[in-house]
């Protein structure tokens, strides 16, 4: 840990890296859910879907990269074990048990709208506090915003070419 950049932090770090520890857990299982269902997915549009899926998998890599780092430079110690992680899971993990591709792209959305709604509250609870923490939660948020955004733009071209498909037949 780097003494004088953990110095200036004038926040809670045991709740900060408690936070960070949570959505340390969130990212891999993010990351597994969206890899699996790259795997799994059934159905209309598959071919975008799965590049988005993978694409999105990557990122959420990114971000425990990202979190593990800034959870060390504050004394703390990422989760050790994959079990921790769904214990710590503030979004939860939804297996694709049904891989069509509506499902699979509901059930990251949700996921994605846990974790801005994590990353919010982390950039909330560090505003004033430890700017490193809100700079590197404000940039994962961005990226979740954009995953969001994405994915209904998809669930949306989806549906649209499913309504235009009907109107034909
Ligand atoms: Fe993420
Ligand atoms: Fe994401």
Redesign the pocket.
């Known amino acids: 840990m780097g003494t004088y950049g953990k110095s200036i932090v004038k926040g809670n770090i045991d709740e900060i890296v408690t936070l960070l520890n949570k959505a340390y857990a969130?990212?891999w299982l993010?990351h597994y859910q969206y890899w699996v269902g790259s795997k799994v997915v059934k159905g209309i549009m598959k071919e975008a879907v799965i590049a988005e899926l993978v694409q999105h998998a990557a990122?959420?890599l990114r971000?425990?990269t990202m979190v593990a780092d800034r959870i060390i430079q504050l004394g703390g110690t990422p989760l050790l074990h994959p079990k921790d992680w769904l214990t710590h899971t503030i979004c939860g993990y939804d297996a694709p048990e049904n891989p069509q591709v509506l499902e699979v792209l509901a059930q990251n959305i949700k996921g994605e709208q846990c974790?801005i709604s994590v990353y919010n509250k982390i950039a909330t609870l560090t505003k004033d506090s430890d700017i490193v923490t809100y700079n590197i939660a404000t940039q994962?948020m961005a990226?979740?915003v954009l995953?969001e955004e994405e994915l209904q733009a998809l669930e949306e071209d989806i549906l649209g070419f499913i309504e235009t498909f009907k109107g034909r037949v």
């Open positions: 969130d990212e993010a990122d959420e971000h425990a974790a994962i990226d979740e995953h």
